[in-house]
T-cell receptor
Framework: DSGVTQTPKHLITATGQRVTLRCSPR?????VYWYQQSLDQGLQFLIQYYNGEERAKGNILERFSAQQFPDLHSELNLSSLELGDSALYFC??????????????FGEGSRLTVL | AQKITQTQPGMFVQEKEAVTLDCTYDTSDPSYGLFWYKQPSSGEMIFLIYQGSYDQQNATEGRYSLNFQKARKSANLVISASQLGDSAMYFCAMREGKGSARQLTFGSGTQLTVLP
């Protein structure tokens, strides 16, 4: 158990809809990351937050948005869903200190299926 | 350009034998970190081993060791005495960014199958 909690674990929805994925980082971790893993693909970095502020942006679509709240949990909002958005969405966290190795602790993922 | 390259989409190894999973990387930053993660069929990402660019010795964690060749920009994972439970997807990753804006960039992965 990594200590990172993601909900829901599975989600099935239709094209055009909007969903919200939630992540609670490990206790004390200030940095939260979102990654997307499509079928047969590696992990694509979407976005990172540190202590409530956006720190880095990767290949995140404009239809997607995220935020980190004062209690450090994070939400990833996916809107106008398309079939190609079907994927496993991971949240990961780390303490955030500059002296760290940078190891990320991953949640179990939220599997999104768009029909 | 690919920053992390894993050229072996799939590998097979006999139980109890050793196997090497290849990873090459590309960066101009003198300070970086390299990681290996394991993803079983259940889907979770499990951290295996870490190597810092300034580390003098190759990292080892139990049956896992990282063959770090800095000049060749390679960071191969060696699994000794393979077990059936080692069957999984393995990802190499590199730390990029500085300070609080660090993130990991992942390779495309290698699917390892351990044969009985």
């Amino acid at each position: 158990d990594s200590g990172v909690t993601q909900t829901p674990k599975h989600l099935i929805t239709a094209t055009g809809q909007r969903v919200t994925l939630r992540c609670s980082p490990r206790s004390g971790d200030l940095s939260v990351y979102w990654y997307q893993q499509s079928l047969d693909q590696g992990l694509q970095f979407l976005i990172q937050y540190y202590n409530g502020e956006e720190r880095a942006k990767g290949n995140i679509l404009e239809r997607f948005s995220a935020q980190q709240f004062p209690d450090l949990h994070s939400e990833l909002n996916l809107s106008s869903l398309e079939l190609g958005d079907s994927a496993l969405y991971f949240c990961a966290s780390r303490r955030g200190g500059a002296s760290e190795t940078g190891e990320l602790f991953f949640g179990e993922g939220s599997r999104l299926t768009v029909l | 350009a690919q920053k992390i390259t894993q050229t072996q989409p799939g590998m097979f190894v006999q139980e109890k034998e050793a196997v090497t999973l290849d990873c090459t990387y590309d960066t101009s930053d003198p300070s970086y970190g390299l990681f290996w993660y394991k993803q079983p069929s259940s889907g979770e990402m499990i951290f295996l081993i870490y190597q810092g660019s300034y580390d003098q010795q190759n990292a080892t964690e139990g049956r896992y060791s990282l063959n770090f060749q800095k000049a060749r920009k390679s960071a191969n994972l060696v699994i000794s005495a393979s077990q059936l439970g080692d069957s999984a997807m393995y990802f190499c990753a590199m730390r990029e960014g500085k300070g609080s804006a660090r993130q990991l960039t992942f390779g495309s992965g290698t699917q390892l199958t351990v044969l009985p």
